[in-house]
C-alpha cells in the first residue's frame, strides 16, 4: 500500500482518528522534563504538534513527502525530517523516548521497524497497532456494493503478525523487545464527509482499495457509502468503535 501524496487527505481524515491514541501515549511516557522525543510515521505531525505542547524536545521523523508538507504548513515550528524504518539515521539511544503511532503495521518487516526503534531509544520506546479500525465499516460497504474485497495485508507470513495485543506483543518480543502491552479502545465520530475524503484521497487500506476501482465499481462503492450512512449517522457522525494496541518497552 502506497501513501504516496496522501497528506492533505490524511490530514483531513484519519489524522484525527489516529490522534485518538495520544493521551494515553503521554501518559505512559510520563512528564516531559524537557526530555527528548522522536516520533516516527509522524504524518501530518498531529501527535508531534501535541508532544511539542506538552514540553517535549519533538522530532518528528516521516518518510512521504506530502505528509511533511502538511506538517510543515500546519506546525511551522515543528522539527519535520525525512526518516523511513528500518533505516533510522540517528545514533544509538539518540532519544530519550521513541514513538511510533500505527507504523509498524504499515512496514514489510515489522520486526525490523521495531528493533531500529528501539535502538534509537534511551529510555523509553512505545508503539501501537489497530486490532478494531474503520476497516470493518469499509469492508460493510464493499460487501454492499457487491464488490470483490481485497484479501489480507500482503505480508509473507514469517513477517506477519497478528492484529491483536497478544500478537503484537509476540512480535516486539521477536524484535527484542520487553514489551507490557494493554489495548485502548474509543468512539469516533468522523462525518461522511471525512470518510469519503479519506477514501478518495487515497488513504489507508480502503483508500487504496478505491483507487483501483473502475468508474463504474466506483459508482457502487458511492451508493453503498451513501446506503450504509443514511441509515447508521447519528447527528451528523458516524460512530465507529476503535481499539489500539499499545506497547510500552522501558529500557531503564
Same mark, same amino acid.
Given at each position: *500500500?502506497?501513501?504516496a @501524496?496522501?497528506?492533505?487527505?490524511?490530514?483531513?481524515?484519519?489524522?484525527?482518528?489516529?490522534?485518538?491514541?495520544?493521551?494515553?501515549?503521554?501518559?505512559?511516557?510520563?512528564?516531559?522534563?524537557?526530555?527528548?522525543?522522536?516520533? %516516527? @510515521?509522524?504524518g501530518?505531525?498531529?501527535?508531534?504538534?501535541?508532544?511539542?505542547?506538552?514540553?517535549?524536545?519533538?522530532?518528528?521523523?516521516?518518510?512521504?513527502?506530502? *505528509?511533511?508538507?502538511?506538517?510543515?504548513?500546519?506546525?511551522?515550528?515543528l522539527?519535520?525530517?525525512?526518516? *523511513?524504518?528500518?533505516?533510522? #539515521?540517528?545514533?544509538?539511544?539518540?532519544?530519550?523516548?521513541?514513538?511510533?503511532?500505527?507504523? /509498524?503495521n504499515?512496514?514489510?518487516?515489522p520486526?525490523?521497524?521495531?528493533?531500529?526503534?528501539?535502538?534509537?531509544?534511551?529510555?523509553?520506546?512505545? #508503539? !501501537?497497532?489497530? !486490532?478494531?479500525?474503520?476497516?470493518?465499516?469499509?469492508?460493510?460497504?464493499?460487501a454492499?456494493?457487491?464488490?470483490?474485497?481485497?484479501?489480507?495485508?500482503?505480508?509473507?507470513a514469517?513477517?506477519? +503478525?497478528?492484529?491483536?495485543?497478544?500478537? +503484537?506483543?509476540? *512480535?516486539?518480543?521477536?524484535? @527484542?523487545?520487553?514489551?507490557? %502491552?494493554?489495548?485502548?479502545?474509543?468512539?469516533?465520530?468522523?462525518?461522511?464527509?471525512?470518510?469519503?475524503? !479519506?477514501?478518495?484521497?487515497?488513504?489507508?487500506g480502503?483508500?487504496?482499495?478505491?483507487? @483501483? /476501482?473502475?468508474?463504474?465499481?466506483?459508482?457502487?462503492?458511492?451508493?453503498?457509502?451513501?446506503?450504509? %450512512?443514511?441509515?447508521?449517522?447519528?447527528?451528523?457522525?458516524?460512530?465507529?468503535?476503535?481499539?489500539?494496541? /499499545?506497547?510500552?518497552?522501558?529500557?531503564?
Open positions: *500500500m502506497s501513501w @501524496g496522501t497528506g492533505d487527505a490524511y490530514a483531513a481524515s484519519y489524522a484525527a482518528l489516529c490522534a485518538g491514541t495520544g493521551a494515553r501515549l503521554r501518559e505512559l511516557a510520563g512528564a516531559a522534563d524537557g526530555r527528548t522525543l522522536l516520533d %516516527v @510515521g509522524a501530518d505531525g498531529t501527535l508531534a504538534a501535541a508532544w511539542a505542547d506538552a514540553g517535549w524536545r519533538v522530532t518528528a521523523a516521516e518518510p512521504e513527502p506530502s *505528509m511533511r508538507e502538511a506538517a510543515l504548513r500546519r506546525h511551522p515550528s522539527r519535520v525530517t525525512d526518516g *523511513m524504518l528500518p533505516e533510522l #539515521a540517528f545514533e544509538d539511544g539518540a532519544f530519550d523516548v521513541v514513538v511510533a503511532n500505527f507504523v /509498524l504499515h512496514l514489510a518487516d520486526r525490523a521497524g521495531a528493533a531500529a526503534l528501539r535502538r534509537v531509544a534511551r529510555s523509553t520506546v512505545i #508503539a !501501537s497497532t489497530w !486490532s478494531a479500525s474503520p476497516s470493518s465499516f469499509w469492508a460493510d460497504v464493499t454492499r456494493s457487491g464488490l470483490t474485497p481485497a484479501t489480507g495485508n500482503g505480508l509473507p514469517d513477517k506477519d +503478525f497478528e492484529r491483536t495485543a497478544a500478537g +503484537f506483543g509476540r *512480535m516486539l518480543r521477536d524484535a @527484542g523487545w520487553t514489551p507490557q %502491552v494493554t489495548e485502548l479502545t474509543w468512539t469516533w465520530r468522523p462525518s461522511a464527509e471525512t470518510l469519503w475524503t !479519506s477514501v478518495t484521497g487515497g488513504v489507508a480502503a483508500g487504496a482499495f478505491y483507487a @483501483g /476501482l473502475s468508474a463504474e465499481e466506483r459508482e457502487r462503492f458511492r451508493t453503498a457509502f451513501d446506503e450504509i %450512512v443514511a441509515t447508521t449517522a447519528q447527528d451528523g457522525a458516524l460512530p465507529q468503535t476503535q481499539t489500539a494496541v /499499545l506497547a510500552i518497552d522501558r529500557l531503564r
